[in-house]
């Protein structure tokens, strides 16, 4: 036991500090993953003779983020701790990457809305998961706040091409 006037470290849980740490990093990560997506919309402001490469820049990085979300769920699915049967959430693992390469087959302001759609339906599976546990705190949280923005910043694009015609 330790006298009144000794001082008592507060607060100093290894535990905490690499949460805190992991949460702000992630969330560093995930919102300068947005920064492409924004100069690619300047861009096509900047140069509209070509938007309809912009806009398929941005339909292949959006794409690549839907990808790596499908990724998420693959890692999550071989965890030891799932208990989701682990066909269903390996069949959602693969979904984002086969729903970008159909995406990219359509013209780049169509292709953008269906990206917009695969994002969002698997932000719906998620939502709904019932294994929340196996995830951090934070990442629900952050994977709304990025999928809003990145869901916006794809559709302004895509109204670009609709403003162009």
């Known amino acids: 036991m330790t006298s009144p006037n000794e001082t008592q470290p507060h ?26 997506v924004a100069a690619i919309f300047l861009g096509a402001l900047v140069w509209p003779q070509y938007l309809t490469k912009l806009s398929l820049l941005a339909n292949l990085y959006a794409g690549t983020i839907f990808s790596f979300l499908g990724g998420i769920q693959w890692g999550l699915s071989i965890s030891p701790q799932a208990q989701v049967r682990i066909s269903k959430r390996l069949l959602v693992s693969i979904a984002p990457s086969l729903w970008t390469v159909l995406a990219l087959q359509l013209p780049a302001a169509q292709g953008s809305w269906f990206i917009v759609a695969g994002l969002n339906a698997l932000l719906f599976f998620e939502l709904n998961d019932l294994e929340k546990s196996q995830r951090p705190p934070w990442y629900i949280p ?18 670009l091409n609709f403003t162009a015609v």
Do not use: H, K
């Open 11 to 36: 607060n100093l849980d290894p535990l905490d500090a690499a949460q805190r740490t992991s949460t702000i990093t992630a969330q560093l990560l995930g919102f300068s993953g947005l920064l492409p």
């Open 142 to 159: 952050l994977r709304i706040n990025l999928t809003v923005c990145l869901s916006l910043g794809l559709l302004a694009i895509s109204a």
